[in-house]
């Protein structure tokens, strides 16, 4: 079975409402294709009239973050209802600038993985090493335990439906886009460590995106690898780019 590619945009704190809808108009005809999921994570403040203006179009939206309880005194969160009852379908966890700015940690991310699936938020997991951990020899250790941390508790059935980001944090915003190789190594490492903790199965279901500096020069040798399922893109998501990189083939 064939794994169906999925291409995210994530705009991290960029865009107001206002731009966000000029945008996403911009980009609803670049970006139409039948042979890929299409999703643009936004910023919380954009989510409602990004959901709007994507109506009738293949893009879907998602969130860039969410808290892991229901409701209640968390001054500044926004909760997983909020979220499904605005329209939103995807919402990224454990980014690599959440967990050096925000404190995020593969524990905290565990628990609102497992209140997304709760409520049918499919999540973009997100992990990835640092150049010192990469020179060190230990990028594979490091990232197969954030990937066992962040799926504590989580199904077979709903891991089958997850996304992982693979984002070597020194490709992020760099303009240095890991090679095609390396790339591929992890993810394939990724996918390896799911069949160990879950089974083949679920292994060959899960989809694997790579991130870090993908642009519309380096999408299609990247995407056509074998364990690559599209990619989470920052800074080539807020232009018309993203088209080409979606329409990478
Ligand atoms: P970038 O960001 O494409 O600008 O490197 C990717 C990400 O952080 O998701």
Request: charged share 20%.
């Amino acid at each position: 079975m064939a794994r169906r590619k999925i291409i995210a945009g994530n705009w991290k704190m960029n865009m107001t409402p206002t731009e966000a809808v000029e945008l996403i108009n911009t980009l609803k005809p670049l970006v139409a294709t039948e042979d890929a999921d299409v999703v643009f994570c936004v910023p919380a403040i954009d989510i409602i009239p990004a959901v709007e203006a994507a109506k009738g179009s293949n893009i879907q939206i998602g969130a860039e973050n969410m808290y892991f309880e229901e409701k209640g005194a968390y001054t500044g969160e926004i909760s997983p209802a909020m979220l499904t009852d605005a329209g939103v379908k995807y919402v990224v966890l454990g980014h690599s600038e959440r967990r050096e700015y925000f404190a995020e940690t593969s524990e905290t991310v565990n628990k609102k993985m497992l209140k997304a699936f709760e409520h049918g938020i499919t999540p973009i997991m997100c992990c990835g090493e640092t150049l010192t951990q990469r020179e060190q020899g230990v990028t594979m250790d490091f990232i197969r335990q954030q990937v066992k941390v962040g799926f504590q508790g989580v199904t077979k059935e709903q891991a089958a439906v997850a996304v992982i980001a693979y984002e070597p944090i020194w490709a992020i915003g760099t303009g240095k886009t890991a090679t095609t190789e390396q790339a591929q190594e992890v993810c394939k490492g990724i996918r390896e460590c799911i069949a160990q903790i879950y089974d083949q199965a679920t292994a060959d279901a899960i989809r694997i995106q790579y991130g870090g500096s993908v642009n519309a020069a380096t999408a299609p040798e990247l995407f056509a690898q074998p364990d690559i399922d599209g990619g989470l893109v920052g800074g080539a998501a807020l232009k018309p780019d993203f088209g080409k990189i979606v329409n990478w083939k």
